[in-house]
């Protein structure tokens, strides 16, 4: 119960934080540079051409009938429409939504599988071989740009070797699941698995980097305390005082970083999507930008702002779980 009432406040604190990236979202547009209706209006448009656009779209009324207006049209899960493709914004920001977090989720995937082992492995075997090979892995991949290593990635794997293919996203995760579970079909998973694997090597480096060493410095200070020497007095198996104990305390800080670095992945994951030709949500708003599509760059800037928002209240979730005396604070 005293759980729920925790993750109820912050879900609460989470409604304001979305509230401010939709307000924000919406003062963009009349804060940059140049107008909504030169988007839209032909290059040789009178003034009275203009003046019916603004009519049409609404521009003419005053700033809080706008904002009151887009408010509602939000809750009716209308969040504009672009000229500039003629399509709802909504269908197309969330037709690209699941490309993003297909590659966030593998990037985060790769992150989790790599780091944690690597961590406790370079805490447990300090200043050995081990260690400092783990040490050397983590300072190269935090070092190491990820649009360049994305671009080494495809030529070496890509071109010189050919083991994987370029760019595109030819297949979705869903269909693929499908087909393997329904028609017991594994080329489709095999198709989405070799052209989402470099890109999500290029995305997930630096995480694997950070939470490699947030998990080594962890498990060292777990290890130090008292209460590792007197579970090890109670003659405990060393594994089991490692990865039962030392490492379940030691995850709270990591479960913070990857919780982070997830809503980041989602909204950041514009210049990897770009090296591989990804069709996500990055690839989408540099396009809007440069067109002055509004409605999709606003739309966009919420669906990722209440994405990390979910995740951080997802991460609070883990927090309750992983130390129950959190949900008194």
Do not use: C
Not at 102 to 112: D, K, N, Q, S
Not at 146 to 161: K, P, S, Y
Not at 188 to 203: D, F, G, N, Q, Y
Not at 287 to 293: E, H, L, S, T
Request: proline share 5%.
């Amino acid at each position: 119960m005293r759980i729920a009432r925790f993750l109820a406040k912050r879900s609460l604190h989470g409604l304001f934080v979305v509230w401010g990236v939709v307000t924000t979202a919406f003062l963009l547009r009349f804060v940059a540079p140049g107008s909504a209706i030169s988007v839209v209006a032909p290059i040789d448009a009178t003034p009275e051409m203009k003046e019916a656009i603004a009519l049409e779209l609404g521009l003419n009324k005053p700033l809080y009938v706008q904002y009151a207006e887009y408010i509602a049209g939000l809750f009716r899960g209308d969040m504009g429409y672009s000229y500039v493709s003629n399509t709802e914004a909504s269908t197309r920001i969330f037709s690209k939504l699941p490309a993003t977090l297909e590659l966030a989720f593998a990037g985060t995937l790769i992150a989790i599988v790599l780091s944690i082992p690597l961590g406790v492995i370079s805490a447990t075997r300090r200043n050995t071989p081990a260690d400092y090979g783990a040490t050397l892995f983590s300072l190269l991949g935090i070092s190491t740009p990820n649009f360049w290593l994305g671009i080494m990635l495809v030529l070496v794997f890509a071109v010189e070797f050919n083991l994987f293919p370029t760019s595109r996203r030819p297949i979705g995760l869903d269909v693929a699941m499908a087909s393997l579970l329904f028609e017991f079909n594994v080329d489709p998973i095999v198709r989405w698995l070799s052209h989402i694997i470099l890109p999500a090597v290029a995305l997930g480096t630096y995480f694997t980097a950070l939470i490699t060493r947030l998990t080594r410095s962890e498990m060292l200070d777990e290890l130090g305390k008292t209460y590792i020497n007197a579970v090890r007095a109670k003659g405990i198996p060393e594994v089991l005082v490692q990865y039962r104990h030392a490492l379940r305390n030691a995850l709270i800080p990591v479960v913070t970083v990857l919780g982070l670095q997830l809503g980041s992945v989602i909204g950041g994951a514009v210049i990897t999507e770009a090296v591989f030709s990804w069709p996500g949500l990055g690839t989408l708003i540099i396009n809007a930008v440069n067109a002055r599509d509004w409605p999709i760059i606003q739309g966009s800037l919420i669906v990722i702002g209440s994405g990390f928002v979910i995740v951080n209240i997802g991460v609070d979730a883990l927090y309750a779980y992983l130390n129950p005396e959190i949900d008194n604070e």
